[in-house]
């Protein structure tokens, strides 16, 4: 079921599927919720899933002022206190992993488990990234205008202020903080993916007690090319508790 809710000022488009414990599911950048379509969306089965999309992304229309991490960090969580009105898993893809990892550090009430997948926390944990400028591509920029409300022509005014903030706004969070974070986490990343693989590493280093996945054969846009495993290893992630291992080493 598809619906509007009124976030932090921004008319927020999301659908809510399923039964059950709920899962708020967080696209990546310049995409929306379809980045979800066929993989992670099937767990409706299991879940309540919610799909919100972000300002300036999908149905959700762009607004005044800039697109920062912060931003779409405080706009996630006033969702989730709105829309599910308590505690959530939180699975993010791309930068949507990046805004929930930021959510689960700044509102650990607010997160169960925490799926972070193909996340970069810093500029350089990127092997590209947008300038600029720079041409996207077609279809990129055509999923974009088939459901913006903003238009194609505005798509380029996004795209800006996502690439301002990056370059201009002081980093939101560094390996530093990943102690902090309380949630069970699992790291998810592609064994090719855009993302170093030395700082998924780092990441699955810093979080206490996070579990790593590495999806082989597959690139930054693992979940379209592998959906059915790298939704059975998020499903599992959800619905197990975790198991004593034989040979513990970093969990000793």
């Known amino acids: 079921m598809a619906d509007h809710i009124e976030v932090n000022g921004v008319r927020t488009w999301y659908d809510r599927q399923g039964a059950g414990e709920p899962l ?135 795209v800006g202020k996502i690439v301002e903030a990056a370059a201009t706004e002081p980093p939101p969070l560094t390996e530093e903080d990943l102690p902090s974070v309380t949630a069970r986490t699992l790291v998810v990343a592609a064994d090719d993916d855009m993302v170093h693989l030395e700082h998924t590493l780092a990441l699955y280093r810093g979080v206490p007690g996070a579990e790593l996945a590495v999806v082989p054969g597959t690139s930054h846009v693992l979940l379209h090319e592998k959906p059915e495993l790298c939704t059975r290893i998020v499903a599992a992630f959800l619905t197990e508790e975790p198991r004593p291992t034989f040979i513990p080493i970093r969990r000793a």
């Open 24 to 158: 708020v599911l967080l696209h990546g950048g310049f995409s929306d919720a379809r980045d979800f379509a066929g993989n992670l969306a099937t767990l409706a089965g299991r879940f309540t899933v919610f799909t919100p999309e972000r300002r300036g992304h999908g149905h959700t229309p762009d607004v005044e002022g800039p697109i920062t991490l912060d931003l779409m960090a405080e706009d996630t969580a006033a969702f989730i206190d709105k829309a599910v009105g308590g505690p959530a898993h939180l699975a993010g893809y791309s930068i949507g992993a990046t805004v929930a990892l930021l959510v689960a550090l700044r509102r650990p009430d607010l997160v169960r488990r925490l799926v972070l997948i193909s996340c970069g926390i810093t500029r350089e944990s990127w092997i590209f990234t947008p300038t600029a400028g720079a041409q996207m591509p077609e279809q990129v920029v055509a999923a974009y205008a088939e459901v913006s409300p903003d238009g194609r022509d505005h798509f380029p005014v996004v």
